[in-house]
Nanobody
């Protein structure tokens, strides 16, 4: 099973920024998902190898997903964070042909261990 290595979580005040990183290689798509206790994992942002990106409405204009193909690293730059962004964030990798443009977690085969993001008001 492939390993996805995440880093960059932490605690920040409302309005602050964080950048998450994930080393992921060999996937058609990579993405960031988040989950809070008692709720399903939800898609935040995904990026395909052709550069196609997709964002959840709640983060559009605040979060940016990007990839460095040399280092196989996927980044999630999170700006203007709010307490509603508090969650455990997971990096996922997909080899499903339908993953481009989708935030559906069921298309993702492999997951990292998750990194906590906490935003205080």
């Amino acid at each position: 099973q492939a390993q996805l290595a995440e880093s960059g979580g932490g605690s920040v005040q409302s309005g602050g920024s964080l950048r998450l990183s994930c080393v992921a290689s060999g996937y058609d798509c990579a993405g960031w998902f988040r989950q809070v206790p008692g709720k399903e994992r939800e898609g935040v942002a995904t990026i395909a190898t052709d550069g196609n990106t997709n964002y959840a409405n709640a983060v559009k204009g605040r979060f940016t997903i990007s990839q460095d193909k040399v280092t196989n690293t996927v980044y999630l730059q999170m700006n203007s964070l709010t307490p509603e962004d508090t969650a455990k964030y997971y990096c996922g990798g997909s080899v499903d042909y339908a993953c481009s443009g989708s935030l559906w977690s069921a298309l993702y085969n492999d997951w990292g261990q998750g990194t906590q993001v906490t935003v205080s008001s």
